[in-house]
Structure formats: C-alpha cells, structure tokens
C-alpha cells in the first residue's frame, strides 16, 4: 500500500511570506491549434513538500543535485507528537521511538493544515533530538511543518545541524491519515543545479 505524503502544489500553496508562489503559463494551447499543451511553471523550490539543499543555509553548500540521494530512499518511521509549538525534544516521543531508526518522520498537528494556510507557530525539532537520531544511525529527519527551526530564527541551529550530523530534511510533509509505524520512504529531490531545494514527491510503501 502507498501513502502520498505530498502537499499539492497549486496557485493558492502557501509559501514563506515573501517567497514565490507557484504560478503556471500556457504558451502552447491545442485549443488555438498547437501540436500540444505547453506551460512554463515559475515557483520557489521550496513549494509543498520539499528537500532543502546545504546551499539554502550555506555559502559554499551543495545544491539539489549533490546531496546524498540515497537518504532520500529507505526504511523510515511515522512518529506522533502532541507538542503544539517550540522545540521538539527526545522526551516528546514515544518511548523507543528512536532505536534503529534511518529516517525519522515527525507527524504534528501541522498535518491538518490545509494548504493554503501559512502556519507562523509550530513544533521543531530541537538540536538534541537531531543529535539523538543521529547517534541512532539517522541519515533525515522529516517533518509536516515549513521548517526545522523556529520561523523567526536567523541563526537557524536546527538547519545547521543537520548538515553538520550528515543528515538531510524534508518540510511540508503531509502525515494526516498515516498510521504510526515503520515504513519505506520513496521522496527523490530533482536534480537541479543552482537551487536551494528541490519539490519532492514523498511517498510512504507499507513493509
């Protein structure tokens, strides 16, 4: 069975205030005679579900086609939060929720969001859950909010430490629905070059 942990991306997704919405132009038309239907999309890479590439937080970091593809693809756990805003620590999990454990999707209340709804307060991962799933064998930690720090910070420790711990993230998950459990993660980042991220299309396959 397949889960589309995808958000959809339209004209009304919900983007960082001040970034680049998703818009689309037909420059071909088979109604006017064309041969086919040809359109030009223009949108921020970070649109819906999405991987951030090192370079979205770092001067000299690698862009979507140079970020480990293999962590993007494998075993990962669905856990359950309640917390409602601010740092997510190894407490708020379910006890044993980060033994064995690759890759780590953190399902919040964020997941009922619709997406055209911008969310300015939610959960994130602290540092030392990051440290903890690392320490675990983590390679991503996965969420359904916008961010893996707090919306408002510019030092962005969550982000950092991520690279640092040789993990990646995916942000706008969409959890609603998915049971909590173990389960292979199918979520590819494009091959762009010169980005900052790459729109996902995230799939979980039961085991």
């Known amino acids: 069975m397949l889960y589309d942990i995808t958000r959809t991306v339209s004209s009304t997704t919900a983007v960082f205030p001040g970034d680049t919405p998703y818009s689309t132009k037909l420059n071909w038309s088979l109604s006017d005679g064309a041969p086919v239907n040809l359109t030009t999309i223009t949108t921020t890479p970070h649109v819906g579900t999405h991987a951030d590439a090192y370079f979205h937080y770092t001067k000299d970091g690698a862009h979507p086609k140079d970020m480990p593809l293999g962590a993007y693809l494998g075993r990962a756990r669905v856990v359950s939060v309640s917390r409602r805003s601010g740092e997510i620590t190894p407490d708020d999990l379910p006890a044993g929720a980060l033994n064995s454990v690759e890759r780590l999707l953190i399902h919040t209340w964020v997941s009922d969001v619709p997406d055209d709804q911008w ?41 950092h430490a991520t ?45």
């Not at 799933?133 to 408002?152: E, F, H, R, T």
């Open 163 to 207: 690279q640092r711990l040789g993990m990646v993230n995916l942000e706008n998950l969409l959890l609603r629905g998915v049971p909590d459990g173990d389960y292979e993660l199918i979520a590819l980042p494009l091959k762009l070059d010169a980005a900052c991220g790459s729109p996902v299309r995230a799939v979980l396959r039961t085991l």
């Open 119 to 159: 969310t300015t307060e939610f959960p994130y991962p602290s540092v030392s859950l990051l440290e903890a799933l690392a320490q675990s064998g983590g390679v991503l930690i996965g969420l359904d909010v916008s961010s893996v720090d707090d919306v408002n910070s510019a030092e962005l420790p969550g982000h």
